[in-house]
């Protein structure tokens, strides 16, 4: 066999032998997701899903604007997000009030703006039922769950839980969403 | 002729404003009462809304129970009032939460011209002792979350009056 020859078919079955490799690689990673997911829609008309935040600590949030209790787990909420980086950290206000429509949450959002509290994290109306991320499925508002950098749910509350600091007098469940996000986003 | 037709036009110009004005007339007034004033957790109590619009067709109330010490809030479904005399509605509700503190209502009147809103949010407290207001004899008491929240909700109810006045 000519030299010429030996070093083609070398080259051949390199390329081959590298292609079959490297097609490893390029397979979806979607294959390997087993995070949960589910869609809502957004303000702006558009649908997300939770697996659009895959990477990052997601806390969801039920609420609805009659709920005293939520507005005032907003502002909790607001300084978790001031705290970590969106690299680390998203928030999705999910309104779970079925006669409640993105004008009435946009409203919501324009009276905080009013006494300058802006809450810019995502804020959406219910599409799937969300129900089975609450602690149990006839619990309350506001609830908060919170799903790891895989999608999985890793942790489930009802009722108000403040940032890093209980109120004189609290008599609520004493767990702090800091405490939480850092246990979680060190995992 | 022409001073006839100018007459015609006048008299339809102002049965036209007449008809304009009036079917835009102001929302109506809703008067609510509830039995008892202060109800207790699990209680039955009657809603009744007195309604000034004649032209109603079906009423609801929205309620809602909740919890301002431990900041949990349930929601139940549009509950039906039946039209009494005299056009009021009423409704006779057992509250399902032995946990709350207080209850929101929102009248919702169906005439037809559509849907309107009225007492929205108003809130109702229960016959109980909210016990994270800390102790009341105490000069220093500082305010418990329940305070709060009310303080929130009184502010933000009153900016949504503020606006309806305007």
């Known amino acids: ?187 | 002729m022409k001073h006839k037709n100018n007459k015609i036009l006048a008299i339809f110009a102002v049965a036209l404003i007449g008809f304009i004005v009036f079917s835009t007339s102001s929302m109506a007034d809703v008067t609510v009462d509830i039995i008892p004033v202060k109800p207790s957790p699990e209680e039955t109590i009657e809603i009744t809304a007195k309604i000034t619009d004649e032209n109603v067709t079906a009423v609801y109330v929205e309620l809602q129970e909740c919890n301002g010490n431990t900041g949990i809030c349930y929601s139940q479904e549009n509950i039906t009032m039946t039209g009494m005399i005299g056009n009021e509605f009423t409704s006779s509700i057992t509250l399902t939460h032995d946990d709350a503190t207080y209850l929101q209502y929102t009248i919702i009147v169906q005439t037809d011209q559509g849907w309107a809103e009225y007492n929205k949010d108003t809130k109702v407290d229960y016959e109980i002792s909210a016990p994270n207001n800390g102790n009341t004899d105490d000069d220093n008491n500082t305010p418990g979350f329940e305070f709060v929240s009310l303080a929130l909700s009184i502010m933000f109810i009153s900016l949504i009056l503020y606006r309806r006045k305007r």
């Open chain 1, 1 to 187: 066999m000519k030299k010429s020859q030996i070093l083609t078919t070398s080259l051949i079955i390199t390329i081959l032998i590298t292609t079959g490799l490297l097609s490893g690689c390029t397979t979806s990673t979607n294959e390997n997701d087993n995070g949960e997911n589910f869609k809502f829609a957004l303000l702006d008309g558009t649908t997300a899903e939770l697996n659009d935040y895959r990477g990052k600590i997601v806390i969801l949030d039920l609420w609805a604007t009659w709920c005293s209790p939520c507005q005032y787990q907003m502002l909790e909420l607001k300084k978790a997000y001031e705290t970590y980086s969106r690299d680390d950290l998203e928030i999705l206000s999910i309104n779970v009030e079925s006669r409640e429509s993105n004008t009435d949450i946009e409203n919501f959002l324009n009276q905080f703006e009013e006494y300058d509290y802006d809450l810019e994290w995502v804020f959406g109306n219910e599409i799937d039922d969300t129900k089975k991320y609450k602690q149990k499925p006839d619990s309350g508002i506001p609830s908060i769950c919170f799903f790891d950098r895989n999608g999985e749910v890793i942790f489930k509350h009802v009722g108000v839980m403040m940032f890093d600091e209980l109120p004189e007098g609290w008599t609520g469940d004493e767990t702090l969403l800091k405490e939480k996000i850092d246990e979680f986003i060190i995992q």
